[in-house]
């Protein structure tokens, strides 16, 4: 039996207590009947909330299934991913689970990526649904260049799981979280483009709302899934891949950020 | 409930390769006293200015391969600072501590496996049950035993079913000691244990204990039952703000306080008290005081002197020094370190 764990390799390793530490938060997921509801109702939200703004409906009625996947995409990744993993982390924290948890062989890393995955699962699958939504009723075309939906949608991933990390140091107690999170929700939400087309703000505010997380997000699916940029000019693939790399190098400025700022000043129990 | 008897069960998972360690040792003359050593260790909260908190303070000892070394001491002593230490959760702010002859901060991947560790508050998601809590544990273990298994050996074998929040504290308590458990650690660190225990698991938890160190565990363990660590400790450290002010065997460390004999002359009586070698009088009108650190010849001095004058003592009780005792002393005492050490060299102040 030794001689088989020894054998067995350190990312096997790390993955079997990646797949514990999961299956554990996604069982707690599921029985937080309130947090369900929330994911299931988010898409419905979604719909109407851009029906009666209609940002993105700018550029026709013909690519309504893109703007549908795109505004999820952003949804998603704010409550979804944002919101569900503050307040993950912060019950955690204040159950002396986190502490625990590190009292064993498993490693931060993985602490940190067990407790997001079922918020980042749930997430993707609602991005999912709204896709295929989009393609069976909306008649969603092909997407332009997929690789970069693919790459916006991992990588706003990471930045909203790391700005969750960071907001736990402010969050004393869930109920707090109700607080401390509103500022990550409006502001990039705001400025995201979803709401007021970019190319509409004044100078100053414009690149802003450029620096902030969410809009990259929402440029690189809008470029991905319909190869147009926020000024309304389509691409081809190739050019379409430069009309990505700003908002490709904010998103990994934002990781950076995040990923330090979280080693620097996450708690992994509770203040006394 | 099966409590006894169960050393294939007890055994630490990696046995052979600890015995072959062990032996390599011995063959090789290599100290293998120290299973834990710590050197001056001081830990501090707060900033590095003066606004911080020096919650220990340089202390140094070591334990030795299958003993149970105890700390005690008040509230605020500094016990689950040192112990958070040596668990490799935080880094010593000065002083080197080593866990297995390594750095248990630094050098975590590598030590943690060996280790069990009961933290002094639970720390399981209350909606989870008893056996998902053992299975997502297990799951992160390197060469866990089967979960039924653990909770067997602490009595929860029937309470797999139930959510953590509908455990009782004592279950809660038995919970956290069956994850420590559950990988078979060569070394376990036990943070006040048995509290919140009724009397009977309490006593049931000792049997454990003591299988765990008859199979080669070593085990640390803080309490505040005095009790508990006259019980099962080989030795033990009492700590007071910081330091180590007494460390010993619990007869070494209980040996530290003088013994106590009162009394009551008879009234009228006009004989003085007599000086006896070695002891401390003092007289309080009638009540008489000695404190003496030979209770034999002290008692058998005193009860010659008032059998020579026909006095009759009232009240007259000998007491023998206790770990409580000695504990109380330190409680009450200045924060002076005060070094008791006898033949204990590795356990110093």
């Known amino acids: 039996m030794s001689a088989g764990i020894v054998t067995m390799s350190r990312s096997r390793q790390s993955a079997r207590r990646f797949a514990a530490l999961s299956r554990a938060e996604g069982l707690l997921l599921r029985r937080n009947r309130i947090a369900l509801l929330n994911a299931l109702l988010l898409p419905v939200v979604l719909v109407y909330s851009l029906k009666a703004f209609g940002g993105l409906g700018a550029s026709g009625s013909r690519d309504f299934g893109a703007?549908?996947?795109?505004?999820?995409?952003?949804?998603?990744?704010?409550?979804?991913?944002?919101?569900?993993?503050?307040?993950?982390?912060?019950?955690?924290?204040?159950?002396?689970?986190?502490?625990?948890?590190?009292?064993?062989?498993?490693?931060?890393?993985?602490?940190?990526?067990?407790?997001?995955?079922?918020?980042?699962?749930?997430?993707?699958?609602?991005?999912?649904?709204?896709?295929?939504?989009?393609?069976?009723?909306?008649?969603?075309?092909?997407?332009?260049?997929?690789?970069?939906?693919?790459?916006?949608?991992?990588?706003?991933?990471?930045?909203?799981?790391?700005?969750?990390?960071?907001s736990t140091v402010v969050t004393r107690t869930v109920e707090i979280a109700q607080v401390t999170t509103l500022p990550v929700l409006i502001i990039p939400f705001a400025l995201s483009g979803l709401l007021v087309p970019l190319a509409t703000l004044p100078e100053p505010l414009r690149s802003v709302a450029q620096a902030l997380p969410l809009t990259p997000v929402v440029e690189l699916m809008r470029l991905g899934l319909t190869g147009t940029t926020a000024g309304g000019h389509h691409l081809g693939v190739a050019a379409s891949f430069g009309a990505a790399a700003i908002p490709v190098l904010v998103l990994a400025a934002w990781t950076a950020a995040g990923a330090w700022a979280a080693r620097r000043w996450f708690r992994w129990e509770p203040r006394r | 409930m099966s409590w006894g008897g169960r050393a294939d069960v007890i055994g630490t998972g990696d046995g052979a390769h600890g015995r072959a360690r062990w032996f390599a040792a011995m063959l090789i003359g290599m100290d293998d006293t120290g299973v834990i050593t710590v050197?001056?260790?001081r830990r501090r909260y707060g900033s590095?200015?003066?606004?911080?908190?020096?919650?220990?303070?340089?202390?140094?000892?070591?334990?030795?391969?299958?003993?149970?070394?105890?700390?005690?001491?008040?509230?605020?002593?500094?016990?689950?600072?040192?112990?958070?230490?040596?668990?490799?959760?935080?880094?010593?702010?000065q002083g080197t501590v080593r866990v297995l002859g390594r750095d248990p901060f630094r050098e975590r991947a590598l030590v943690r496996r060996?280790?069990?560790?009961?933290?002094?508050?639970?720390?399981?998601?209350?909606?989870?049950?008893?056996?998902?809590?053992?299975?997502?544990?297990?799951?992160?273990?390197?060469?866990?035993?089967?979960?039924?298994?653990a909770l067997e050996l602490v009595s929860l074998g029937d309470r797999s079913g139930v959510a953590v929040r509908s455990l009782s504290g004592g279950e809660r308590r038995r919970l956290d000691l069956a994850m420590a458990l559950l990988g078979r650690p060569e070394v376990l660190f036990l943070d006040e244990p048995t509290t919140g225990l009724d009397p009977q698991s309490r006593r049931r938890t000792w049997l454990l204990i003591r299988e765990l160190l008859a199979a080669g565990t070593t085990v640390v363990l803080t309490t505040h039952y005095l009790e508990e660590a006259e019980e099962l400790a080989d030795r033990l450290a009492i700590m007071h703000q910081g330091r180590i002010v007494r460390a010993g065997t619990p007869a070494q460390v209980a040996a530290s306080q003088p013994a106590r004999i009162s009394f009551q002359l008879?009234?009228?009586?006009?004989?003085?008290?007599?000086?006896?070698?070695?002891?401390?009088?003092?007289?309080?009108?009638?009540?008489?005081?000695?404190?003496?650190?030979?209770?034999?010849?002290?008692?058998?001095?005193?009860?010659?002197?008032?059998?020579?004058?026909?006095?009759?003592?009232?009240?007259?009780?000998?007491?023998s020094t206790s770990l409580e005792e000695a504990f109380h002393a330190v409680a009450a005492s200045a924060d002076e370190p005060i070094n008791v050490n006898r033949n204990t060299e590795d356990v110093a102040a």
């Open chain 1, 67 to 166: 703007m549908l996947v795109t505004g999820l995409t952003a949804f998603a990744l704010l409550l979804a991913v944002y919101c569900n993993l503050v307040t993950a982390l912060v019950a955690r924290r204040e159950q002396l689970v986190l502490k625990r948890l590190r009292t064993g062989e498993t490693t931060d890393a993985e602490i940190f990526a067990g407790t997001a995955a079922p918020a980042i699962a749930v997430a993707w699958a609602q991005i999912v649904v709204a896709a295929v939504a989009a393609v069976v009723m909306f008649g969603m075309a092909r997407p332009a260049n997929a690789v970069l939906a693919l790459v916006a949608l991992v990588l706003g991933t990471a930045v909203f799981a790391l700005l969750a990390a960071v």
């Open chain 2, 39 to 41: 050197r001056d260790l």
């Open chain 2, 48 to 93: 590095k200015g003066g606004h911080g908190f020096d919650a220990v303070r340089g202390v140094s000892f070591s334990v030795r391969r299958g003993e149970l070394f105890a700390l005690l001491g008040t509230n605020g002593a500094g016990k689950t600072s040192t112990m958070e230490v040596l668990e490799g959760l935080v880094p010593p702010a």
């Open chain 2, 114 to 149: 060996r280790l069990g560790i009961m933290l002094q508050e639970g720390g399981f998601p209350p909606d989870l049950t008893v056996a998902e809590t053992g299975r997502m544990w297990a799951g992160t273990l390197s060469a866990p035993r089967p979960v039924a298994e």
């Open chain 2, 266 to 319: 008879p009234a009228g009586s006009r004989e003085p008290v007599p000086e006896l070698a070695g002891t401390r009088v003092s007289v309080t009108g009638r009540s008489v005081l000695l404190q003496t650190q030979d209770l034999q010849l002290t008692l058998t001095a005193l009860l010659g002197w008032a059998n020579s004058r026909d006095l009759v003592l009232g009240a007259l009780d000998a007491r």
